[in-house]
């Protein structure tokens, strides 16, 4: 089974900051692929933001590499999990926006949405803070 661990910033303000995100991904015990990045700057970005954008790359990098398996999302922001669960209505124009893209990049998994505790997705958020500090000291 594959399992994604998700997480994303917007540092120093929310909303308007710097939007950040990290992501893991496991195949049982073996990591197979991280990666962060910054989604931007000022308008428009949110932590909610970062975190679908985390969540995005994660599966765009799944399907690039042909990986369709079982798959288990594990993230700590309720918004996400659950409107992608289909438990929270979906009516922010960022929602609106990401919610059925990261869908239809799940199109034909077998995919379960976990939501976890902060501190037991300690280590998407280290990458997140870790590409929030790479981006400002350019």
């Given at each position: 089974?594959?399992?994604v661990?998700?997480d994303g ?22 990591l ?11 308008c ?11 969540l ?9 590499q ?14 996400v999990i ?5 438990e929270?209505?979906v009516?922010?124009?960022t929602?609106?926006k990401y919610?059925?893209?990261i ?10 949405f ?6 037991a997705?300690?280590a998407?958020?280290r ?5 929030y500090e790479?981006?400002k000291?350019?």
């Amino acid at each position: 089974m594959i399992t994604v661990y998700f997480d994303g910033l917007c540092y120093p303000r929310n909303p308007g900051g710097v939007a950040a995100y990290g992501y893991l991904i496991y195949r049982g015990n073996e990591l197979l692929h991280s990666g962060s990045g910054i989604v931007g700057e000022g308008c428009g970005m949110t932590n909610n933001v970062a975190e679908y954008e985390g969540l995005k790359a994660a599966l765009i990098w799944l399907n690039e590499q042909g990986i369709k398996n079982r798959i288990e999302v594990k993230g700590d922001s309720q918004l996400v999990i659950k409107q992608l669960k289909g438990e929270w209505a979906v009516r922010s124009e960022t929602s609106k926006k990401y919610v059925p893209n990261i869908l239809s990049l799940l199109k034909g998994w077998d995919v379960r949405f976990v939501w976890i505790k902060r501190d037991a997705n300690e280590a998407a958020d280290r990458l997140s803070r870790k590409a929030y500090e790479s981006y400002k000291r350019i």
